[in-house]
C-alpha cells in the first residue's frame, strides 16, 4: 500500500476492500467534481463518501447540520 492508502486505512479503519472502494470513486459524490477526501460522520467515524475539496470544506464549516445546509439551501434559492 502506498502512503495515502495506509494513512486512509488507519484513520478510518478501512480495509482493503474498502480502500479500493474508495479508489474506484471518480468523481465527487456530491456535484461531480475531482475526488479528494474521504467524508466521515465525526460522531461515529464511519465513513460517508468521498467529495471533493470544496464540498469536503463546506459541509464541515456547516457542522454536518442538516439544518443548517437546508437553511443555507433556502437563502441562495430565495435570493436568487
Given at each position: ?14 480495509g482493503k ?6 479508489d ?5 459524490e456530491?456535484c ?18 468521498i ?16 439544518d ?13
Amino acid at each position: 500500500m502506498c502512503g495515502r492508502h495506509v494513512r486512509r486505512a488507519n484513520r478510518y479503519s478501512l480495509g482493503k476492500d474498502e480502500l479500493e472502494l474508495i479508489d474506484a470513486v471518480t468523481e465527487c459524490e456530491s456535484c461531480g467534481g475531482p475526488p479528494d477526501h474521504v467524508d466521515h460522520d465525526h460522531e461515529t467515524g464511519d465513513v460517508r463518501g468521498i467529495l471533493c475539496t470544496s464540498c469536503n470544506t463546506a459541509l464541515g464549516l456547516l457542522k454536518d447540520s442538516e439544518d443548517r445546509i437546508l437553511a443555507l439551501y433556502r437563502y441562495v434559492v430565495t435570493k436568487c
